[in-house]
């Protein structure tokens, strides 16, 4: 019968989910024990928790001394990771500067509600709290990966209120160089795969996790530092599946959206710092070029020998570009 081959793939491959659905994931939870000991040994930092609408965000402070030396630099992860991905250049900044580094609401250590709305509208409201418990008049925004638009967006509409805007290996409008990583793809694309794919990811903790880590796996040019944080991530995977599939299931409107706020990035009249590790191929350093070219007042740095996790590869070279900005 015409049109049954489809169906017979699908029906192979959710029986194979399902099979594979017992799957157990690998316990990190010691590893990132440790991790957790250590960091917190070698690198002062006060923890708060955060209110937003009922929920409570994981936020760190470091150089809390350093309040009025400068704006606060509030630094903004993306997914599938948490603020571990500032654990060396939050250290770095904080030594001279009041560093706020905090996890997304269902990311991290933040509160992780099941049947909330995650999308860009959402992280910029875990930003706006942050920024108000804290009570910052001026930031710095270094946004990486999906903390673009929310940052951005913030920006356009207080650039009063902004130091300088740093952005590392993100992303915000449609850009010809634009390339989503494969399993962003996978779950950001609509249809039967996606649905499927998400399926699959909810029932077998194994094969989420050995996929997160994966992806993560390409995302280092650093050996030592790909060790070291695949499994801090790993450990963090399992709970955040919610906030990952919501916001891939929006991802491609909201960059298509934001189209429209071409001319406002080009009137942008406040600094724009621009930091992509040159070995990304996904946010690659076209992108970096292209964003560039969008604000008027920017200034464009590729980091060696640093992938799409710039900040961890080469953290002492990301920070001084950030320290140094106007």
């Not at 350093?285 to 920017?298: H, I, K, M, Q, T």
Request: net charge neutral.
């Amino acid at each position: 019968m015409p049109g049954t081959a489809p169906l017979r793939a699908i029906a192979v491959l959710t029986g194979a989910l399902f099979v594979i659905g017992c799957a157990p994931a690998e316990s990190f939870e010691a590893y990132f024990e440790d991790h957790e000991r250590a960091f917190a040994l070698a690198n002062p930092f006060s923890t708060h928790r955060v209110p937003r609408d009922g929920y409570r965000l994981h936020a760190r402070e470091f150089g809390g001394a350093n309040a009025g030396k400068g704006a606060a630099i509030v630094v903004m992860h993306g997914f599938p990771d948490s603020l571990h991905l500032y654990d060396r250049l939050a250290p770095r900044l904080g030594a001279g500067r009041r560093v706020i580094a905090f996890d997304f609401l269902g990311w991290g250590d933040s509160d992780k509600p099941a049947k909330h709305t995650y999308d860009s509208a959402s992280l910029r409201r875990d930003l706006e709290a942050v920024i108000a418990y804290f009570g910052l008049k001026s930031v710095t925004l270094v946004a990486h990966d999906s903390s673009g638009p929310p940052a951005i967006d913030w920006a356009l509409d207080n650039p009063d209120r902004v130091a300088t805007l740093v952005l590392l290996n993100t992303y915000y409008g449609p850009m010809p160089g634009l390339k989503p990583p494969p399993a962003i793809a996978r779950f950001a694309t609509p249809g039967v795969p996606r649905d499927l794919a998400v399926w699959g990811a909810r029932r077998s903790d194994g094969r989420w996790q050995a996929g997160v880590m994966e992806q993560l796996g390409e995302f280092f040019t650093t050996p030592e530092a790909r060790d070291v944080y695949v499994k801090v991530f790993a450990h963090q995977s399992l709970a955040i599946r919610p906030a990952f599939f919501g916001l891939n299931a929006v991802l491609f409107d909201e960059v298509r959206r934001r189209r429209a706020a071409t001319p406002r990035l080009k009137a942008f009249p406040r600094p724009v710092r621009i930091v992509f590790g040159a070995d990304d191929p996904y946010l690659n350093v076209g992108v970096a070029r292209e964003f560039g070219d969008l604000f008027p007042n920017s200034e464009v740095f590729a980091v060696e020998a640093a992938s799409h996790y710039v900040q961890l590869d080469q953290a002492d070279k990301v920070a001084k570009l950030i320290l140094a900005a106007p």
